[in-house]
């Protein structure tokens, strides 16, 4: 009994001597953007240049996918491109002809129009000279439309190959494996070596400069908070260890959930409550799933 006094003052100090009052007012603990990459083609793995703990820069190049075959199939099809290519007909070459003897009809008709008009030579003959012009650009007019007509058809059959080409060159770049994000690598899937399929994970990377605190407040702490806001954060390192951090509120849900058994609240006997997450530059101490505390 002579104890009581002495563990009340020390309550008192820590939560007033309220077994109710919580010194914060929301708790949560720290997420950060993970990002799983994959395979995006099928092969053996050349070289995969990563290691857990390893910082990456966003585009960085790790790893590539073997490509012979792809690179083979690219040859290929520029080889189809060239030759599909060489069949394209130079129209003005080839009615080039045509036009050379309907320009002689022509000359020939202005020659006999002016022997008719000496009456040096009868109608007849310039009918017969614009008869012929007549067929001449019939003629003309057919072939330029066939010769069209073909190098349209070969425009077609190049535009597939260009397509092919494209594909294939699309999939050589996805042979590269790269790091979408700049981050650490947490985990590593793949060796160097291995076969990977597509869609098979190869590493998982994640931004831990910028953490995510996922904290619940009660509906009555809302009107606390804003987009915006900056709070303070205290995380917990155990051993009664503890850093302050300035967070800012990135985040806050508009649809209430029940408290999850892990979170504490200010009010810990409100079934529901908000999930709000509040961004905070990690100083290398934070890491994913420590718990942490907030006060706004």
């Known amino acids: 009994m002579k104890k009581m006094p002495t563990l009340c003052i020390a309550a008192a100090m820590l939560a007033g001597c309220n077994p109710n009052k919580y010194p914060y007012d929301a708790s949560g603990t720290f997420e950060a953007t993970e990002v799983i990459v994959s395979a995006e083609t099928s092969g053996r793995l050349q070289w995969f240049s990563v290691e857990e703990g390893d910082r990456l820069e966003a585009g960085e190049e790790i790893g590539l996918i073997d490509t012979i075959q792809l690179y083979l199939s690219k040859r290929q099809l520029q080889a189809s491109r060239q030759a599909v290519g060489s069949r394209t007909l130079d129209i003005p070459r080839q009615i080039a002809a045509l036009e050379q003897q309907i320009a002689t009809q022509q000359h020939e008709k202005e020659r006999i129009e002016r022997l008719i008009a000496a009456d040096a030579a009868n109608?007849?003959?310039?009918?017969?000279?614009?008869?012929?012009?007549?067929?001449?650009?019939?003629?003309?007019?057919?072939?330029?439309?066939?010769?069209?007509?073909?190098?349209?058809?070969?425009?077609?059959?190049?535009?597939?190959?260009?397509?092919?080409?494209?594909?294939?060159?699309?999939?050589?770049?996805?042979?590269?494996?790269?790091?979408?994000?700049?981050?650490?690598?947490?985990?590593?899937?793949?060796?160097?070596?291995?076969?990977?399929?597509?869609?098979?994970?190869?590493?998982?990377?994640?931004?831990?400069?910028?953490?995510?605190?996922?904290?619940?407040?009660?509906?009555?702490?809302?009107?606390?908070?804003?987009?915006?806001?900056?709070?303070?954060?205290?995380?917990?390192?155990?051993?009664?260890?503890?850093?302050?951090?300035?967070?800012?509120?990135?985040?806050?849900?508009?649809?209430?959930?029940?408290?999850?058994?892990?979170?504490?609240?200010?009010?810990?006997r409100e079934n529901l409550v908000y999930a709000v997450k509040i961004a905070v530059e990690n100083d290398g101490y934070i890491k994913i799933g420590m718990y942490a505390d907030v006060t706004f």
């Open 123 to 268: 109608t007849k003959q310039l009918d017969d000279i614009n008869s012929s012009i007549a067929v001449l650009e019939r003629q003309l007019a057919a072939q330029t439309e066939s010769l069209q007509s073909s190098n349209k058809s070969i425009s077609g059959e190049m535009s597939g190959v260009e397509a092919q080409i494209a594909s294939v060159e699309d999939r050589i770049q996805r042979s590269r494996i790269k790091s979408p994000i700049q981050g650490t690598v947490l985990v590593k899937y793949a060796e160097e070596s291995e076969f990977t399929s597509t869609g098979m994970p190869l590493f998982k990377v994640a931004d831990l400069d910028q953490m995510i605190l996922r904290a619940y407040v009660t509906s009555g702490e809302l009107t606390q908070l804003k987009i915006g806001q900056q709070v303070k954060v205290h995380t917990d390192f155990g051993d009664n260890q503890s850093r302050e951090y300035t967070g800012t509120v990135s985040w806050i849900s508009d649809q209430a959930e029940f408290t999850p058994k892990t979170i504490q609240t200010k009010d810990e």
